[in-house]
């Protein structure tokens, strides 16, 4: 697997609310990845543009990503590790 350094870089990051089992870290490039407490990646989203916020719901179920160059929210379920988009109907 190709690995990207950030060095140096300004970083976006959360920890999973309520439960505390995930970390969101979003780069400078046009990624998020989802770690473990372990440190382990569960999964990575691709981005049309770099990441502008992220944050998780009350519960911790659901991370929200917002992308420069989309209008979709970008939606990762921790409880089935699956990524989906939703229209935010903003252009």
């Given at each position: ?7 140096g ?58 992308a ?24």
């Amino acid at each position: 697997t190709k690995q990207k350094s950030w060095s140096g870089s300004c970083l976006q990051y959360k920890w999973q609310k309520t439960v505390g089992n995930y970390l969101a870290v979003a780069g400078p490039d046009n990624f998020v990845q989802i770690f473990d407490r372990h440190g382990q990646k569960v999964n990575e989203l691709n981005l049309p543009g770099i990441c502008l916020s992220l944050d998780w719901d009350e519960d911790g179920d659901i991370l929200a990503v917002i992308a420069e160059k989309s209008s979709s929210i970008y939606l990762w379920d921790a409880n089935v590790n699956k990524i989906s988009q939703l229209d935010s109907g903003m252009r």
